[in-house]
């Protein structure tokens, strides 16, 4: 099944001003197309836009109440949806279908989540100093918000934007990852069979490299909501700040985890090493740098090692392949390239990192699952995020050595701990430079009613998800009414 998208604006599924499409390959076998999506132009952007600004006014007039049926809808239609949806995902980026179903349903949840949000309250009635006024807050839309997402969960994170959006009022323009293009476009089919009104959501694709600037720069955007590499997060800031935007950034990682001398082996090694090779690795959350008390660590290894050579690589379609390929040829590429980089600066690579090569495996873009040990925290391995199935291990005497370094980051997305000490998890959660910390638990992970985000480079100091979105999706309004009107 070969896949033609188009862009959807104003309503109406439209093809690039451009005449032009881009192709979307499988990583399984970059021989298969898995479809074509729309090679948008800055005129493209410009039409999104505007047909954004001026929906924009009557979605916000709406009741609350009412924009949550269009959620509840769009949750029905997705679910119904989700075999299509997660099968086209994981043929666009790899990962395995257990975890792209997982994605869809996770997106129906998000989107239930935020329909209920249409009946909660949104604002505060306040006591005034003048007697008699009726003071009070309101929250009202922003307006018209640009999405721009990664390809690593192409469902759940354009969901986990667009839907507190729209709830709170603002139309929206989403320009997906373009190696998931066609997923993006269905997500916004949803969108458009629950029958949102023309121009609430609008779809461009293309390369964030040529229409990127243009939807954070124009006009009609009031504020942006991206998910995705640090050096592109800092362009959009810049821009935004400049046109004076509001904006919001869910950037990198390098996240650690702590395993102390107390620590359940069993339970540590299964979700270090979960953590650190779900999706091949490419999660903003995944597992890093591990930090084994020396008391310990041999065993540690030794289970780490076990679980991790009995990965089955391959085809995520497959039942019984338990690791798919890197997403793309620059993931690959980039991937390789740190474990180059470890191997020369003196870690010692226990297992994996290689490139398949059996005729099955020649045209996808495999990584034999990879540990490093022997790493030291200042190796490039160590400080820059990978974003592939690599995990640093690293040796520490005492919590507070190992604490230290978890911290020695420029990010600080996620991190946990291993123990059974309570003072020592409690300290942890105290002193862990990180915006989501976890005791006994995985790096990854996030429920559609938390806030979800990170400290340091790893975030704008924005948060995602729960109540906490309400404060990116909508503005405060103060209202003072004065029911004196005359002097009399
Ligand atoms: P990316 O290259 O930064 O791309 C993210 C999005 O930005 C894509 O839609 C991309 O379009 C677009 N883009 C590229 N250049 C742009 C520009 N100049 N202006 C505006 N948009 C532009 O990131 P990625 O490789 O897709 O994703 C991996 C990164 O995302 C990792 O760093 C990961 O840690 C991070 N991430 C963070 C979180 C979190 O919540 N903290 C979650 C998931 C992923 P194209 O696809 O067309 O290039
Ligand atoms: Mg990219």
């Known amino acids: 099944m070969s896949y033609q998208m188009l862009n959807y604006i104003d309503g109406t599924w439209l093809p690039a001003t451009s005449g032009e499409t881009i192709r979307i390959t499988n990583p399984v076998n970059c021989q298969e197309v898995v479809g074509t999506v729309q090679a948008s132009t800055k005129e493209d952007v410009l039409n999104a836009c505007e047909a954004a600004k001026k929906a924009a006014k009557g979605w916000a007039q709406l009741s609350p109440v009412v924009r949550c049926h269009y959620l509840q809808k769009a949750a029905d239609i997705l679910e119904s949806r989700s075999d299509e949806i997660a099968e086209t995902a994981t043929r666009e980026m790899g990962k395995r279908l257990i975890e792209t179903k997982g994605e869809v349903l996770r997106g129906a949840s998000i989107l239930r989540y935020y329909a209920q949000e249409g009946y909660r309250k949104i604002g505060e009635v306040l006591p005034s100093a003048f007697e008699n006024n009726l003071f009070y807050s309101l929250r009202v839309p922003v307006g018209v918000v640009g999405v721009i997402s990664p390809w690593n969960f192409p469902i759940a994170i354009p969901i986990w934007k667009i839907a507190p959006a729209l709830i709170y009022g603002n139309s929206v323009v989403f320009k997906p990852a373009t190696e ?72 990198g990682g390098k996240n650690p985890v702590i395993v102390l001398e107390d620590a359940d082996l069993e339970l540590s090694a299964q979700l270090v090493v979960e953590g650190a090779m779900k999706q091949t690795g490419q999660r903003c959350t995944a597992t890093s740098r591990v930090f084994v008390h020396s008391s310990i660590y041999e065993a540690f290894k030794d289970k780490v090692l076990q679980k991790v050579m009995a990965f089955k690589l391959g085809d995520g379609l497959n039942d019984d392949v338990t690791m798919g390929p890197l997403a793309s040829k620059s993931q690959f590429e980039t991937v390789a390239g740190y474990i180059k980089k470890g191997i020369e600066e003196g870690a010692t690579l226990l297992y994996g990192g290689e490139q398949l090569s059996d005729e099955a495996f020649r045209d996808g873009y495999f990584i034999r699952p990879c540990i490093f040990e022997n790493v030291t925290n200042n190796m490039t391995i160590a400080q820059e995020e990978i974003f592939g199935p690599v995990l640093c291990m690293i040796r520490v005497e005492t919590y507070e050595e190992a604490l230290e370094q978890a911290n020695d980051t420029i990010y600080g997305l996620s991190a946990s701990l291993f123990t059974k000490d309570i003072r020592k998890a409690l300290d942890f959660v105290k002193n862990s430079e990180a915006g989501m910390v976890q005791i006994n638990g995985e790096t990854g992970g996030a429920e559609p009613q938390a806030p979800f985000g990170g400290m340091k480079e790893s975030s704008s100091g924005t948060r995602e998800q729960g109540q906490a979105a309400v404060e990116f999706f909508t503005a405060y309004k103060t209202i003072s009414i004065n029911p004196n009107y005359t002097t009399v």
Do not use: C, D, M
């Open 180 to 251: 998931t293009g066609i997923t993006g476009a269905k997500i916004v089919e949803v969108f458009a069979e629950a029958g949102l009104p023309k121009g609430v959501i609008n779809l461009v694709t293309g390369k964030g490299s040529v229409i990127g600037n243009a939807i954070v720069e124009n006009p009609f955007i009031n504020a942006i909501t991206f998910t995705g590499s640090n050096s592109v997060g800092k362009t959009i800031a810049q821009i935004a700040v400049e046109k004076g935007k509001k904006y919001q950034l869910e950037l």
